[in-house]
């Protein structure tokens, strides 16, 4: 029954940015969870507008559990000396490259499949993509199912060419994901 926010900002061009402040988000609930649980087994669920796209950096960090030190999205900065100071270590090693790394196992609530139904979740004149993402445990939550995409047939019938307009409030259009708790050890 814990919570726990952080915001995610980020221009496109700056990936780099993204990619930090979600490892330092994600170190930050490294030591939140050690602190009140010791354990990683627990039901997790991260959510919100992250910025990015399915196939970035940060999307990959967060599923992958980590990501080089040398990736392409840091544009040839070298972070790692400011996250050992502003975070303490959150570096492992692989194959004798170094990596930036997390110790949750997670899983997005809208797989392969149903990507294919979900063209966006930011829908804006000049842009849209899915930027919002539902992840979870892998091990102690099963997604029974989501939320399909806005039908774009509508959006035409409508003559909507972004948002917000009269009928979104927003440039982010909702997702939601109904969840099963399947470990009841890691209560």
């Not at 930011?122 to 091990?139: A, M, Q």
Request: aromatic share 12%.
């Amino acid at each position: 029954k814990q919570w726990y926010q952080r915001r995610v900002r980020g221009d496109p061009e700056y990936s780099d940015v993204k990619l930090i402040q979600n490892i330092m988000f994600m170190n930050e609930v490294d030591a939140f969870v050690k602190e009140i649980k010791g354990s990683y087994n627990i039901p997790m669920v991260v959510c919100g507008d992250f910025n990015s796209t399915p196939d970035s950096a940060v999307i990959e960090f967060l599923l992958k559990s980590q990501i080089s030190t040398e990736h392409s999205e840091f544009h040839g900065f070298k972070y790692h000396g400011f996250l050992k100071k502003a975070n303490g270590e959150c570096l492992g090693n692989k194959n004798g490259t170094k990596h930036f790394k997390h110790n949750f196992k997670l899983k997005s609530c809208y797989g392969e499949d149903t990507l294919a139904h979900l063209k966006y979740t930011n829908y804006t004149y000049d842009f849209k993509g899915i930027l919002d993402h539902i992840l979870h445990s892998k091990d102690s939550l099963r997604t029974l199912g989501v939320l399909g995409g806005i039908n774009e047939a509508w959006m035409v019938k409508n003559k909507v060419i972004g948002c917000p307009n009269v009928h979104y409030p927003s440039d982010h259009l909702p997702i939601v994901a109904e969840l099963e708790l399947t470990n009841s050890n890691s209560r």
